[in-house]
């Protein structure tokens, strides 16, 4: 069997996802347990090393994910030597032996994700490029759900917390299970209970929807005005369309907040529902102009000579096949309306028609405690996430759909 150069690189990845999967692992312990712990970045280097280095000396066609496992004990136990010798970690408990182990499999995954296919000889400069594509897929990946997820966590575990550990201890992101389900979601509970969370909630949810579909009734004709019809200035109109996103927001607040309270919607709901579909209706018409462009004009004609109005063809050819599009728009717009604060925060005085961006603002006082705050922003941040996640599944369906049809 030759070794080329494929096998010094993948030496080198896994020592690098040992590393790195160490030192993730390390962090977390800390954040968990609220313990130092300090990683052993030379064992993990060398490990890592040598389970890659073994994983690509078998023949590509041979490897299994049994061969990953089989790989990943190896640097397992090489780890366990490794610190038996220079005695750098106690390994007496079976806690630390189970997260080593969790660590090592983890990068075998990982570095069989990278080399999948690839021998031990020299590789050719196409299959380097391939091989750096996956490690900075991996890498990428690896990073971005970590400076993700960390804030939630901090968040999250902060909101658990009582005001005497906090007090006592603000770095302690452990959690005690100890405590009783009362004790441990007090700050959900007294956000509702006090500091009408569920009014937030409803109020958001009205001015979202609201904002939805106001600017589903005109954003759908106008852009659909836009991409199939032709009249004096579409082009430049099409091209313009955006432009109201050059001006600053805070420009238009005072302007705004003038003449609501002059109409008596400033402090108002309704107020927001007018607001909130003038900057979003732009955006949308944009992203839905460009949908409609991709979809075939000979059904549409087809079913003017069919005797269809120019209403019905819209909403019984164009809107089906625009489904994926439209909930894709709907879902953002949503997110935006949920999320937005300077209007909410510059027209709303009175708390009982706060949104829940207003109501987490007001939360941040000397007299909240901090554990407050975060259980509103926890509050605030899982009702999007749960939507998006659950209407992930019908934009799949909806583009393999629309696909068939077209």
Avoid at 136 to 163: D, E, H, N, R
Wanted: a neutral charge; aromatic letters at 12%; glycine letters at 8%.
């Amino acid at each position: 069997m030759k070794i080329g150069n494929a096998f010094f690189i993948a030496a080198f990845i896994g020592a690098a996802w040992g590393v790195i999967y160490t030192v993730v692992l390390s962090v977390l312990a800390m954040l968990i347990t609220g313990e130092t712990v300090i990683p052993d970045i030379g064992a993990a280097f060398v490990s890592g090393a040598i389970g890659a280095g073994l994983y690509i000396l078998m023949p590509p066609e041979k490897r299994g994910w049994a061969w990953v496992a089989v790989t990943a004990v190896v640097a397992f136990i090489t780890l366990v030597i490794f610190n038996s010798v220079l005695n750098a970690n106690d390994f007496s408990t079976l806690i630390p032996i189970a997260t080593a182990l969790a660590v090592f499999i983890i990068s075998a995954v990982s570095w069989h994700l990278c080399l999948d296919g690839v021998s031990s000889e020299s590789q050719g400069r196409y299959q380097l490029e391939v091989i750096f594509i996956r490690v900075m897929k991996g890498f990428g990946f690896v990073f971005f759900i970590i400076i993700v997820a960390l804030p939630f966590y901090v968040m999250l575990m902060t909101s658990l917390k009582s005001q005497q550990s906090l007090l006592s201890n603000p770095l302690d992101l452990s959690i005690d299970l100890s405590k009783s389900p009362q004790q441990l979601f007090r700050s959900y509970i007294e956000l509702f209970s006090k500091y009408q969370f569920g009014t937030f909630l409803l109020n958001s949810a009205i001015v979202s929807v609201s904002t939805v579909l106001i600017t589903l009734l005109f954003s759908i004709p106008g852009a659909y005005a836009v991409s199939r019809l032709r009249f004096p200035g579409q082009a430049v109109l099409s091209r313009s369309i955006l432009l109201i996103y050059m001006v600053p927001a805070i420009v238009l607040v005072i302007p705004l907040y003038t003449v609501f309270s002059q109409l008596g919607l400033r402090n108002t709901l309704l107020g927001l529902i007018v607001v909130y579909p003038a900057t979003t209706i732009p955006v949308a018409v944009y992203m839905l102009q460009g949908y409609f462009r991709g979809l075939p004009y000979e059904l549409e004609e087809a079913g003017l000579m069919d005797g269809l109005t120019r209403l019905g063809v819209i909403a019984k050819i164009t809107l089906p096949l625009s489904l994926p599009a439209i909930a894709s728009v709907s879902l953002y717009i949503f997110m935006i309306a949920w999320n937005e604060f300077l209007f909410a925060f510059m027209f709303l005085d009175d708390p009982g028609i706060f949104t829940l961006s207003r109501g987490v603002q007001a939360l941040n006082s000397s007299e909240i405690p901090r554990q407050h705050l975060m259980a509103g922003a926890v509050i605030a941040t899982v009702p999007v996430l749960v939507l998006f996640l659950w209407f992930e599944r019908f934009l799949v369906a909806g583009l393999t759909a629309g696909s068939v049809k077209g």
